[in-house]
């Protein structure tokens, strides 16, 4: 009898649950669940808009429906399918996205006292509230503790998990106070599915600690109460009430409760694995190796590597993160991404495109994406920087913004269009550039997410850029199908599941296409990406001594050159 397992992924507006085959990785149904609760799911303020956070209820809501109606779907197709075939559970979920609980593991804007308070909620990954707090933690641990910055770039970002609760100790002392512990969603959710909630009982994920709140063996795990209390006396005391051991997600987090079996119609032998963030496990469905890059592209992009752990590693200066374990077992996970990338396409066409290009928001990308795709690369004379939310990697800085330079009263709207997509490509390859410095080689580029499989022009203008070919996982879901590989091994051979996750992925993953690079076009994107990269050390280091007076001369020279031999 064939044996199914389900992924569950939490993204930034909707919750999706996937039911995979476990023999041959075939995707049987999916149902998505979109957060009721604030806009497009999210808690948002118009006095503040680096505020982000989340309805921890809307979680609950979308588990039930979306797995309930996944396996509806899943009878309507598979005539054979049975409930009682589902072996294990999987989640990724964002991150770093903490929120704040009680003694049982409660969240403490489940209280009456906090059901409306923001600061109860879940700290969205992209709320930037507490980019002041991070420079603190930047500033105090290169003084005191240069180690707890090593393994994550140099530089500790308002994306994570200790300057989200350092702020809302400065903002919400009485809530901070009331507060027990805090916990990552991606270690909440398999918590409530296997009815273990008590901070002290849930088994955190290494993805999450490792990566966001400064956790390694090397200095005994967290950071220390002497590092805690000289950031902000009484932080100190929450340290012995988060955890002490972590674990990566092969490891069963325990079965199906009772109560969460009768709600699915599921057994409560269902193994459930233990949590990580979607990017991770998105590269683990991408069918990740050594040497190759997976890039998870929707809104923002995540970069994910892995690393054998045997051989020795450097620390990579800029990245999000170099974690052992935090993408599968035996291997270092290293992480890296851009803070936008769909976003900004989004913004252009909400904002900035005339009604000429259609009337919705799908024509619109549909026909500047037919008009760009006719322009050569430096045709358009232009060149944009992509940090429209800041820079995530290498330069980690929210305050940096974006920028368009080189237009004329001449200039299109897809043509700048087009410079937005070879801006997010030329902050590809810088991410590429400053991974190899460190001697990790890059072969392989696999993309997937939404925007790998449904913009052909952005696919070809990245191979044309960084110069190597961009291949497309064939799952359009890979974040869902990771969580699903895990939940496969977590559930272990001996119940229809897999030993390890490289022979999951062997059976459970592939490819689509690849598009490769146009060398001719790649010699015109190496003119322009030197541009780029002068913009990015001017505006975005500071310490960058030179002119830029060179910059729009040369975008013009390129421009004439390509128009010339059109």
């Not at 998505?32 to 921890?56: C, E």
């Not at 469905?285 to 995540?302: L, N, R």
């Amino acid at each position: 009898m064939s044996k199914y397992v389900i992924g569950l992924d939490f993204g930034t507006n909707s919750c999706r649950s996937l039911v995979v085959r476990v023999s041959d990785g075939k995707e049987i149904a999916s149902h998505v669940f979109p957060y009721p609760s604030g806009k497009d799911g999210v808690i948002i303020d118009s006095d503040n808009p680096n505020l982000a956070r989340q309805n921890p209820a809307d979680y609950l809501l979308g588990i039930e429906s979306t797995i309930k109606e996944a396996l509806k779907k899943s009878k309507e197709i598979e005539p054979d399918f049975n409930n009682n075939d589902v072996i294990g559970i999987g989640i990724d979920t964002t991150g770093s996205s903490p929120m704040p609980i009680d003694e049982n593991g409660l969240p403490m804007c489940f209280k009456e006292k906090y059901n409306d308070n923001p600061n109860a909620m879940v700290w969205l990954w992209k709320d930037h509230t507490s980019f002041q707090e991070a420079e603190q933690i930047t500033e105090l641990a290169s003084k005191i503790r240069p180690q707890y910055l090593s393994k994550i770039g140099g530089k500790y970002s308002s994306e994570w998990f200790w300057s989200k609760i350092l702020h809302c100790k400065n903002v919400d002392p009485e809530l901070f106070n009331e507060t027990y512990s805090w916990v990552e969603i991606c270690d909440w959710i398999p918590a409530v599915l296997i009815g273990k909630t008590k901070p002290a009982e849930i088994k955190r994920s290494i993805c999450a600690a490792g990566h966001k709140a400064m956790y390694n063996l090397q200095w005994g795990g967290l950071p220390d109460k002497e590092f805690l209390t000289s950031l902000s006396p009484g932080l100190e005391q929450l340290r012995d009430r988060l955890y002490e051991n972590t674990y990566s997600a092969e490891n069963l987090a325990g079965n199906l409760s009772k109560e969460w079996a009768e709600k699915l119609g599921l057994s409560e032998n269902v193994a459930v694995a233990v949590g990580a963030f979607d990017a991770h496990m998105g590269a683990v469905g991408a069918g990740i190796t050594e040497e190759t890059m997976v890039k998870i592209i929707g809104t923002s992009t995540c970069d994910i590597m892995v690393w054998n752990n045997q051989k020795p590693l450097k620390d990579i200066e800029g990245v999000c993160g170099i974690v052992d374990g935090s993408v599968m077992n035996g291997y270092y996970g290293i992480e890296a991404g851009q803070s936008a990338v769909g976003d900004i396409l989004l913004w252009f066409v909400n904002y900035l495109t005339p009604e000429k290009y259609g009337s919705s928001v799908e024509e619109k990308f549909i026909n500047l994406e037919k008009a760009a795709s006719e322009l050569l690369p430096g045709e358009s004379g232009l060149l944009a920087l992509d940090w429209n939310n800041g820079n995530r990697t290498i330069l980690v800085d929210v305050r940096l913004s974006g920028l368009l330079i080189g237009q004329t009263l001449h200039t299109t709207p897809h043509e700048i269009y087009r410079a937005l997509i070879e801006a997010t490509a030329f902050g590809a390859l810088t991410i590429i550039d400053r991974i190899e410095e460190y001697g990790v080689k890059i072969k392989d580029v696999v993309n997937c997410g939404g925007l790998a499989v449904k913009n052909p022009l952005m696919m070809q203008i990245y191979a044309d850029v960084i110069g190597r070919p961009m291949k497309i996982s064939k799952s359009e879901q890979t974040p869902a199908l990771g969580a699903a590989i895990f939940a496969a091994v977590a559930a272990g051979k001996q119940n229809g599941g897999y030993d390890s996750v490289k022979d999951a992925q062997a059976a459970m993953t592939s490819l689509s296409k690849t598009y490769y690079p146009n060398e001719e076009y790649h010699k015109t994107y190496k003119k322009l990406y030197a541009l780029y990269r002068q913009l990015h050390d001017a505006f975005g280091t500071k310490n960058w001594n030179g002119s830029l007076f060179n910059v729009m001369k040369e975008l013009l020279d390129i421009r004439d050159e390509v128009r010339m031999k059109k």
